[in-house]
């Protein structure tokens, strides 16, 4: 991994950290994904902004190849960002709560650590953007293109029907772990029609998540928490299933199951709604 990819990734630990010391219960969670319980999402800190869209707009302007636009740690909750030009955008950190980014241009962004709970990208672009530790609970985000995108969030109860994830990296990080399993949460996500094709999925929690339709051609399901979730008419051809647990899965009419990989591996398949 190269050394500017690791000093971003220890950053984002120290940012966690720093966060939850703040906060009102000072027992580290279990896992580092898990961490609403432990701030005030009703703060300030949470809810308002200290920028409008017109001083946003003033900075792309203002942004250069040599010096990005750099919305670190910002406060931009609740505001309209939608349609905007953000490519390469630094957002580590940034606090998006219920803001409006549809249509917005994220390509290669970095959102790691950034706080985006029930925000709108719907339409957005974030291909090779890196979403680390990033938090998307409830948000809409139909048709969002993370093509390529490195993301170990948790987008639980999103709305990612039509998304793309082709070839995205949503597997843990194996390297920095000492505040947690970081890896794509998706539970009870609505990911119908999405598609994961070629993309890295290895131990994602998918629990109860719909893939109704959803596109799984030769996407890594390693180890992959698959329980309770809805696979019918999904294209499995070329996935790989090794030791994933899809136990109260539902499995039907799968396309391509004749050519997924180690299909035989899954656990408590026993347990699974199959054809």
Not at 43 to 48: Q, R
Not at 90 to 97: C, E, K, V
Not at 148 to 157: E, I, L
Request: hydrophobic content about 45%; proline content about 2%.
């Amino acid at each position: 991994m190269p050394a500017t990819t690791t000093s971003k990734r220890s950053t984002c630990v120290a940012l966690t950290f720093s966060m939850l010391m703040m906060a009102p219960v000072f027992d580290l969670p279990a896992t580092a994904q898990d961490m609403t319980q432990y701030l005030d999402l009703k703060s300030a800190e949470f809810t308002t902004a200290e920028m409008t869209r017109a001083q946003v707009e003033i900075l792309i302007q203002q942004a250069t190849p040599e010096k990005p636009l750099d919305l670190s740690a910002k406060r931009l909750n609740g505001i309209d960002l939608s349609g905007l030009n953000l490519t390469g955008a630094n957002l580590q950190a940034a606090r998006l709560n219920g803001t409006n980014l549809k249509n917005a241009v994220l390509d290669s962004a970095v959102l790691d650590q950034a706080w985006a709970l029930k925000a709108d990208l719907s339409g957005a672009s974030l291909k090779n953007a890196s979403l680390f530790s990033t938090q998307l609970m409830d948000a809409t985000m139909v048709g969002v293109n993370f093509e390529g995108a490195r993301v170990a969030a948790d987008m639980s109860r999103a709305n990612l029907k039509n998304a793309n994830f082709t070839n995205a990296n949503l597997s843990p990080d194996m390297t920095n772990q000492s505040m947690g399993l970081m890896r794509g949460v998706l539970k009870s996500a609505n990911l119908e029609s999405a598609s994961f094709e070629n993309a890295d999925m290895s131990r994602v929690v998918l629990e109860y998540a719909s893939l109704r339709g959803a596109n799984l051609s030769n996407a890594k399901l390693n180890g992959s928490e698959i329980g309770g979730a809805d696979l019918r008419g999904a294209n499995i051809s070329g996935a790989d299933f090794a030791d994933a647990d899809v136990n109260s899965a539902k499995l039907f009419d799968l396309v391509g199951k004749d050519k997924a990989l180690h299909f035989d591996q899954m656990k408590n398949v026993d347990r699974a709604f199959t054809d």
